[in-house]
């Protein structure tokens, strides 16, 4: 085997090669009070926006859950409101902010999001701070016969604005899980079977803030959406589960427009819900298309 031998220039001769250049030798100032301030000059910017920040920031937190802390990985959208006079917002204190909390041990519950938008909004020198935050939430489910348990996952949302002038915050929770939908049509015309689909359950709900405090809306919602269903998922399914879960199923038939409306029933129950918003999706098993519904509903504009 022969080898080749290369010859090669220094680094610095390598980088030179492939475009490196020199830095300039600088006219403008290193110091921060000596430097000009474009976001905080004041002049007439035409309009004031309702949100301006950062999004998709991937950052670890610990969540406060009924059966204690649990440690996952979030998305968030960190933003504030902007005044008509100022052309930005000091992007950097939003990400400071939340790597602040993070060394102070932060638990990510509604009403320690709520202090975060509050603060966020005085750092910022704003009316209004808002911030969405989503994460996968972690829970154990038993097979329906044997008892047998595994982790099953659904996508939590929340999402908090905080307006200093009048002190009002705005909680909306919400929760993304997929559950078994069997067509109640197929069921009655069909001499055999009846074909059943995967369903995406979406739900986003607003929270009365006075009553929110000791209310675990994962659950709620969770029950809500798989209740409804022809049939919950689950991790582990040995023969005698899967015959009861496709019992069950059968039991059950849904149309996507039965399951909003029955989530949508089991929403205007829960007194700590304030308005809500219901979406069911079925990856039709005989189609090549999605089936699709949705139902937003304000229960204080029904009192």
Request: hydrophobic share 35%.
């Amino acid at each position: 085997m022969s080898t080749s031998h290369v010859a090669l220039p220094t680094k610095a001769e390598r980088h030179k090669l492939f475009g490196s250049v020199p830095p300039i030798k600088g006219t403008k100032p290193t110091e921060k009070e000596q430097m000009v301030d474009l976001q905080n000059t004041p002049k007439n910017f035409l309009f004031a926006l309702d949100s301006v920040g950062i999004s998709n920031v991937k950052h670890p937190v610990n969540i406060e859950t009924p059966d204690g802390i649990q440690s996952t990985v979030a998305t968030f959208e960190l933003t504030t409101s902007l005044v008509q006079d100022r052309k930005g917002i000091n992007m950097s204190r939003l990400t400071e902010q939340l790597d602040a909390y993070h060394q102070q041990g932060w638990t990510v519950s509604n009403r320690s999001l709520i202090e975060f938008a509050q603060e966020l909004a005085e750092r910022m020198e704003q009316t209004e701070g808002q911030l969405t935050i989503r994460y996968p939430w972690f829970f154990t489910r038993k097979a329906p016969a044997t008892g047998l348990s595994g982790l099953m996952n659904a996508d939590v949302m929340h999402r908090v604005t905080y307006n200093l002038e009048t002190g009002v915050a705005n909680v909306t929770v919400g929760l993304v899980i997929n559950v078994t939908t069997l067509c109640p049509c197929s069921k009655e015309i069909s001499e055999y079977s009846a074909h059943n689909q995967r369903g995406y359950i979406t739900i986003e709900a607003g929270l009365d803030e006075t009553s929110m405090d000791g209310f675990d809306w994962r659950a709620a919602l969770l029950d809500a959406a798989e209740s409804n269903a022809s049939a919950p998922l689950h991790p582990i399914l040995k023969r005698p589960d899967e015959k009861r879960a496709t019992e069950i199923a059968y039991e059950n038939p849904r149309f996507v427009e039965d399951m909003v409306r029955l989530i949508a029933a089991d929403l205007y129950e829960m007194k700590q819900v304030v308005n809500f918003f219901v979406e069911c999706r079925n990856e039709e098993s005989i189609h090549q298309h999605d089936a699709i519904a949705s139902i937003t509903f304000d229960k204080r504009q029904d009192a």
